[in-house]
């Protein structure tokens, strides 16, 4: 089992910048993004296939976020800019058990970080 372990997340001002990273202990396959907001429901961010080949956000996000990797370093990114205090949850990393698109779903995702938080003040 891959052995997922974010970092990045911290406490900036709206309009500002953080670069999430989620380093994991070997290959893997679709990574995805997701946040859970006190009181929410834990949704989908952004989620990137292992050739970066694909790649998909939620609305909410589209446009301020970017997802990446460097899978030479089995390490996945999400470039958050232009924060917004909605963006404030924390932040949990995903990997899927093989090949798969960029899933939305986080069914699809068998193996989970411990999240990172994010908070947005205004």
């Known amino acids: 089992q891959v052995q997922l372990v974010e970092s990045g997340g911290g406490l900036v001002q709206a309009g500002g910048s953080l670069r999430l990273s989620c380093a994991a202990s070997?290959?893997?396959?679709?990574m995805g993004w997701f946040r859970q907001a006190p009181g929410k429901e834990r949704e989908f961010v952004a989620a990137?296939?292992?050739?970066?080949?694909?790649?998909n956000y939620a609305d909410s996000v589209k446009g301020r976020f970017t997802i990446s990797r460097d899978n030479a370093k089995n390490t996945v990114y999400l470039q958050m800019d232009n924060l917004k205090p909605e963006d404030t949850a924390v932040y949990y990393c995903a990997a899927t058990t093989g090949y798969s698109g960029a899933s939305v779903y986080s069914w699809a995702y068998a193996n989970w970080g411990q999240g990172t938080q994010v908070t947005v003040s205004t």
């Open positions: 990137i296939t292992r050739s970066a080949s694909n790649t």
């Open positions: 070997e290959r893997t396959f679709t």
